[in-house]
């Protein structure tokens, strides 16, 4: 990712706050199983379990730390926003890119 923003002479990186994104992940894997076996908890709990095992459970606290650090090594500013809005990733990158613009704009 450094490397990529360093190519395309990027010196800002933001990146969505880890708070709460075990919770978000969770609760995706439980709709995804709801909806594949609507009337089956057994089932839902198997197809729930099998997708946890697919996926490393990650620290996305020091995901973000390590990144931060890259970044501050090459002279990248590193900024942290929180978002809200429960939406795909692209919908996600557009929310954290304006709000990345509101907190960095010159006060009036």
Known sequence: MI???QTHQ???IVLPSPHGIQDQI???VQSLARLKFPN???????????IRLR???WSYTRLIQCI???????????NILKFYKNAGPFE???EIAYAHLQH???SP
């Open 3 to 5: 490397q990529w923003a």
């Open 68 to 78: 931060a650090v890259c970044a501050e090594r090459r002279e990248m500013k590193v």
């Open 26 to 28: 969770e609760a995706r």
């Open 40 to 50: 089956n908890k057994k089932l839902q709990k198997r197809y729930a379990k099998a």
């Open 92 to 94: 996600q990158s557009v």
């Open 10 to 12: 990027v010196r800002d």
């Open 104 to 106: 960095n704009a010159p």
């Open 55 to 57: 996926y490393p459970r």
